[in-house]
């Protein structure tokens, strides 16, 4: 499966010109990819004041990234503000090219920033089946809570959209490398760059991981599209010869 990664700068609470500004940089790239993936509240960045950028599953920026999979004959994934039935959700959407849409509702909220205060927690893991390969997409405070990851399902993919600051970037880096090598799987992370209006630096750390822990994609902090080919066969012959996830613990999830 081909890959690309988009780490950019987001302008603040501002919808038309975050989708404009990606759409120049995903028409922009020649190169045919099977994913895109987009960071955490991709078309207004982490913002507190949902009411001011929420759209539902019917507004202008699923339309967009609808058209933009068809266009570019590519899944198309990332996370940004939905309204339903009175309540706002870091909602991640997983487009197929042809416009299907698959959706997880961020299950851990990020207390510090006050985000449960504002959102409301998802409680389902999605996993997406796509081009042969199981992917289980979840949202940057996810990335702290291995449980709830943990690879019960068989998943080849973990991915990890994100608006992680730079003050605690070697955390991420840590946690990504973690979950690669304790699920046995490929794991992409995607961040933002750029400062906030709460004046968060962002310095992004975009990356992609194997499953021994190896970086395919080191981590980037120039604006950019990054792009990696992943290999399922080379996933599975690791993992028949080293079995580790035979031996995991079963436990109930609540």
């Known amino acids: 499966m081909k890959i690309a990664l988009i780490q950019t700068a987001l302008t603040w609470e501002n919808p038309t010109e975050n989708r404009s500004h990606l759409a120049q940089k995903i028409t922009g790239f020649m190169e045919d990819v099977d994913l895109i993936v987009l960071p955490e509240m991709f078309s207004s960045g982490f913002t507190m004041n949902p009411q001011a950028i929420a759209e539902t599953m019917q507004g202008e920026t699923v ?26 959700y870091n909602r991640l959407l997983f487009v197929y090219p042809t416009g299907e849409v698959k959706w997880y509702d961020k299950r851990h909220l990020f207390t510090l920033a ?57 955390a991420w880096d840590i946690l990504l490398k973690a979950r690669a090598v304790e699920n046995m799987c490929y794991t992409i992370g995607v961040n933002r760059i750029g400062t906030d209006a709460n004046n968060h630096d962002y310095i992004g750390h975009s990356q992609a991981v194997d499953f021994l822990g190896n970086y395919l994609i080191e981590p980037q902090e120039a604006e950019g599209v990054f792009r990696i080919e992943l290999d399922k066969e080379k996933l599975l012959e690791t993992r028949n010869n080293l079995s580790f996830l035979n031996d995991k613990d079963e436990f109930q999830l609540e």
Do not use: M
């Open 114 to 170: 006050g985000e449960d205060k504002f959102y409301t927690a998802g409680k389902d893991k999605l996993i997406v089946d796509y081009k042969g390969f199981k992917i289980c997409p979840l949202v940057c405070y996810d990335l702290r809570f291995p449980v709830f990851s943990r690879n019960r399902e068989e998943y080849d993919l973990l991915l990890y959209v994100a608006n992680w600051p730079k003050i605690r970037i070697n």
């Open 63 to 88: 339309l967009w990234l609808q058209h933009l999979a068809k266009a570019k004959n590519a899944a198309i994934t990332g996370s940004l503000v939905i309204e339903e039935n009175g309540n706002y």
